[in-house]
């Protein structure tokens, strides 16, 4: 089978990059975080007692939002189309990492990770897309 018989109208290689760097933005978010997740807790003014607590729930909180917002995703793909979820989901992701690291307490850092979870719900939908 040539490469030319491989790509059909639909699975071409720009599309598949999309779901790469789509894939690599869920794997990098929920990672991003584990080298300087106590220093922030630091930070933030924990106790140092509470660091380890506080910097595990911060740190679940983007796998149970993606979790609980995965459904939606798909519902929503379903309506709008799968490309406006995915061009969301990678929009305000990016958004909410800055703020994320632009937070100066915990709560801001709990919103903008739950944000993170949140819109990175649309792994499913990736998966949809290559399939469709």
Known sequence: MSK???WTETLTPTRLWAIFWV???EGYQINCIYPFVVFMMRDFGIAENQVG??????TAT????????????GYFSDVYGRR???LLGALVSA???VAFG?????????IARSFSGI???????????VAD
């Not at 632009?102 to 709990?110: E, I, L, W």
């Open 62 to 73: 983007f796998a149970l939002t993606q979790f609980l917002s995965s459904y939606a995703w």
């Open 84 to 86: 406006k979820a995915l």
């Open 4 to 6: 030319r018989e491989y």
């Open 23 to 25: 894939q690599l933005d």
């Open 119 to 129: 819109f990175n719900g649309n792994i499913g939908v990736a998966r949809a897309y």
């Open 102 to 110: 632009f937070s100066t307490n915990y709560t801001q850092a709990m």
């Open 53 to 58: 607590l506080f910097a595990g729930l911060l």
């Open 95 to 97: 958004i909410s990492i």
